[in-house]
Nanobody
Framework: QVRLVESGGGLVQPGGSLRLSCAAS????????IGWFRQAPGKEREKVSC????????YYKDSVKGRFTISRDNAKNTVYLQMNSLKPEDTAVYYC????????????WGQGTQVTVSS
């Protein structure tokens, strides 16, 4: 069955970096876009980034542009989110999701990984 597993979260100081991974199984990753979303306590889930099937198109939320980079390795069935210059407001549970395209609604979600940015 379709499965998405996030990893790489943790506690980091402001200005630090983390790389999140989204390991996909049960489907051919190359045929889908993958989005990264996050949800902070008391807030709605928001879209952070997305990478298209062809890698040509990527999306970034304005507040993470220039700091986050999304990439994919179809051979490893994995999508990455490199997060640099982290800020306390980046603290959230981060989820990856399978999408038919970056503008479509996600149908499958991972379980999430906690990212905490604090000194």
């Amino acid at each position: 069955q379709v499965r998405l597993v996030e990893s790489g979260g943790g506690l980091v100081q402001p200005g630090g970096s983390l790389r999140l991974s989204c390991a996909a199984s049960g489907f051919t990753l190359a045929n889908y876009a993958i989005g990264w979303f996050r949800q902070a306590p008391g807030k709605e889930r928001e879209k952070v980034s997305c990478i298209s099937i062809s890698r040509i198109a990527t999306y970034y939320k304005d507040s993470v542009k220039g700091r986050f980079t999304i990439s994919r390795d179809n051979a490893k069935n994995t999508v990455y989110l490199q997060m640099n210059s982290l800020k306390p407001e980046d603290t959230a549970v981060y989820y990856c999701a399978r999408q038919t395209g970056c503008t479509s609604s996600p149908l499958y979600w991972g379980q999430g990984t906690q990212v905490t940015v604090s000194s």
